[in-house]
């Protein structure tokens, strides 16, 4: 299983950023995915998640400002991040784990599959 994460960079405050994560080797339609973020010297922590069923699950500090979406015919997940803050600067990474339920709600916890990262820069 590889998850690549792209589409970081420097952004200002109050700007917005898509990244992008390409699923390879799994059945990307029977996988919960998230997104996590870790900033300098700090945990890394649960940002977003979808599971195959469409249920979504934010963290407090982006609902309203980040969305994730998911497109199966293309093994990707996204995170749409608008009204970006300096607190918002992180390397983001993707995640996924397996699902057997449709209904389930997604996990903050407990992914299998992790991508590589991609650094998220927001100047004040």
């Known amino acids: 299983v590889q998850l690549q994460a792209s589409g970081g960079g420097l952004v200002q405050a109050g700007g917005s950023q898509r990244l992008s994560c390409a699923a390879s080797?799994?059945?990307?339609?029977?996988?919960?995915m998230g997104w996590f973020h870790q900033a300098p010297g700090k945990e890394r922590e649960f940002v977003a998640g979808?599971?195959?069923?469409?249920?979504?699950v934010y963290a407090d500090s982006v609902k309203g400002r980040f969305t994730i979406s998911r497109d199966n015919a293309k093994n990707t997940v996204f995170l749409q991040m608008n009204s970006l803050k300096p607190e918002d600067t992180a390397v983001y990474y993707c995640?996924?784990?397996?699902?057997?339920?449709?209904?389930?709600?997604?996990?903050?916890?407990?992914?299998?599959?992790w991508g590589q990262g991609t650094q998220v820069t927001v100047s004040s």
């Open positions: 995640a996924a784990v397996f699902s057997s339920s449709w209904y389930q709600k997604p996990a903050r916890t407990g992914y299998r599959y």
């Open positions: 979808m599971s195959r069923g469409g249920n979504i």
């Open positions: 080797g799994l059945t990307f339609s029977s996988y919960t």
